[in-house]
């Protein structure tokens, strides 16, 4: 097991925080309240900047609002893959080009069936036509070859 490589856990509340930046703001030097809390100076100035002239219940709901905005941006990763549904059209074209260079074609991989499809006139990038040949072009070539 790796030393170190853990971070530990949230020392204050929100209300320890706000205490301490009260604290010097009634006039008691910051190098004192660090030393107090056991915390750096960065610290201090960091609590400052997030937290500097809020009330306990504001510094509540502030943290809730980031607890609430961390879970909505949180999505799951099935949606990282969602399939779009614009240029449907465009692709629906260009898969049925590629099939068809392919069932001509057989030895042709999809670096050279790419390069087919950029002088016919069709503009797609190579990753796009790698995608389109792997999903369908491949798997109906494969079944082509199984029913003989």
């Known amino acids: 097991m790796l030393r170190g490589t853990f971070m530990r856990g949230k020392r204050f509340s929100e209300e320890q925080i706000i205490?301490?930046?009260?604290?010097a703001e009634a006039g008691m030097p910051i190098p004192d309240i660090c030393r107090k809390y056991g915390i750096h100076q960065?610290?201090?100035?960091?609590?400052?900047?997030k937290y500097g002239g809020l009330s306990v219940s504001e510094a509540r709901r502030l943290k809730a609002l980031e607890d609430e905005n961390r879970r909505l941006i949180d999505f799951p990763r099935s949606s990282y893959n969602y399939a779009a549904k614009h240029e449907v059209t465009q692709e629906e074209a260009v898969r049925k080009r590629l099939k068809e260079l392919a069932q001509k074609r057989p030895r042709f991989g999809c670096p050279r069936l790419h390069i087919m499809l950029r002088r016919e006139g069709i503009a797609i990038n190579h990753k796009r036509a790698e995608r389109i040949y792997g999903v369908n072009v491949i798997?109906?070539?494969?079944?082509?070859?199984?029913l003989l």
């Open 139 to 146: 798997y109906t070539l494969t079944n082509q070859y199984r």
């Open 42 to 49: 960065t610290t201090f100035y960091n609590w400052k900047a």
């Open 19 to 23: 205490g301490a930046l009260k604290e």
